[in-house]
């Protein structure tokens, strides 16, 4: 997304500079990307390897994260090993990594730690090749990927095209199956495909107040419930993650609105095994110090005072709201789903 004169906001993000690997050149992707980077006079460094970048500006913490946002990096993915990815799948790939949406309390904020620019990898049908192998590994059992464990693929589509490739890539695959998570919009590319229903999408959705507050570079979520109707329409398996959910002033009237909105929207598409993921709201002490130094004005309640520890793997825990508070939210959101939304299944509150 870019501000245009006048202020318009294009809700098709463009970079502001490039950091190119030589030898991405040699892939159709790389080529194509070279040609659009060059027709939007996007600035290009040519790079040895995409692990060395250097030179992103700012003078701050905060202006750094602003600018590493608008850098991309083209390169060739070479480590091939897949992370398990329980519990929503098997194993988790990536197409691209970082995200261009600006969303305060991201995981990725830490995981990415300072190298939060985006990294868009060219060598596609290599990465199918590997997740071909994994597939016959596990054959005849279907395998499971998530593809949006470490970026946003809607958000960088109009870019490269590599979604839809990896949509018709599991429709053609009688035991792989790919699973989406967007906070995006942009899915007219993807509608008209073959897509076997081998891809399950599962748009974030949240409430309007989340989305204005600390969504930052997403869609809206008048587009975001327009977008899922689409995907509705086009025949694929559909879901949503409602996360993070957030307990403030007010909080039952817009996730009651946010959920009447979809239903409605809804209504007129004959989707199939409805899916809803309910995430609340925690973070870790990590991420409330990143958070603080890219975001210091920001309305995200991390106050550990009003909040329950909850111990995690390995020694290392996050915050969460107290028990009281986190079965109100279950439970309003849940028979919300119920009243509006009957056949579909909530998988799970965390
Ligand atoms: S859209 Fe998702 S991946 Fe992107 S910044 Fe927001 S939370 Fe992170």
């Not at 398996?237 to 979809?262: K, R, T, V």
């Not at 199939?272 to 991420?287: N, S, V």
């Not at 793997?313 to 119920?338: A, H, N, T």
Request: positive net charge; contains cysteine.
């Amino acid at each position: 997304m870019c501000k245009v004169p006048g202020g318009i906001v294009l809700k098709r993000f463009r970079p502001e500079q490039a950091f190119f690997e030589k030898e991405a050149l040699e892939y159709p992707l790389g080529k194509r990307m070279h040609t659009f980077l060059q027709k939007h006079s996007i600035p290009i460094t040519i790079i040895p390897s995409h692990n060395r970048v250097t030179g992103i500006p700012g003078a701050n913490p905060m202006e750094a994260y602003r600018n590493a946002k608008r850098t991309i990096v083209v390169g060739i993915k070479r480590t091939m090993e897949l992370d398990i990815c329980k519990p929503s799948a098997n194993y988790q790939f990536s197409l691209s990594t970082g995200c261009v949406g600006g969303c305060h309390y991201c995981y990725l904020q830490t995981t990415m730690g300072k190298k939060p620019y985006i990294r868009i990898y060219v060598n596609t049908d290599e990465i199918f090749d590997n997740l071909n192998q994994y597939i016959e590994k596990r054959a005849p059992r279907l395998t499971f990927f998530e593809s949006s464990s470490s970026s946003d693929p809607v958000g960088v589509e109009h870019m490269t095209g590599s979604l839809k490739k990896a949509i018709e890539f599991f429709a053609k695959s009688k035991y792989g199956r790919l699973r989406i998570v967007t906070k995006f919009a942009q899915v007219d590319s993807l509608l008209d495909i073959h897509h076997n229903q081998h891809t399950r999408f599962r748009f974030s959705l949240n409430s309007d107040y989340v989305i204005r507050n600390f969504e930052q570079m997403t869609a809206t979520l008048e587009e975001r419930i327009e977008a899922a109707g689409k995907i509705a329409q086009a025949g694929y398996p559909l879901g949503f993650i409602l996360a993070p959910i957030m307990h403030y002033e007010g909080w039952q009237d817009e996730y009651s609105y946010m959920l009447s909105h979809l239903s409605k929207t809804l209504a007129n598409t004959s989707v199939k095994d409805l899916t809803f993921e309910l995430i609340q709201y925690r973070f870790t002490k990590a991420a409330k110090n990143i958070i603080l130094e890219r975001f210091p004005n920001t309305k995200l309640d991390m106050d550990e005072s009003n909040r329950k520890y909850k111990w995690g793997k390995y020694g290392r825990g996050k915050w969460v709201y107290p028990d009281e508070k986190s079965k109100e939210l279950d439970q309003f959101i849940r028979q919300q789903i119920k009243e509006k939304f009957p056949a579909a299944r909530v998988q799970y509150f965390t």
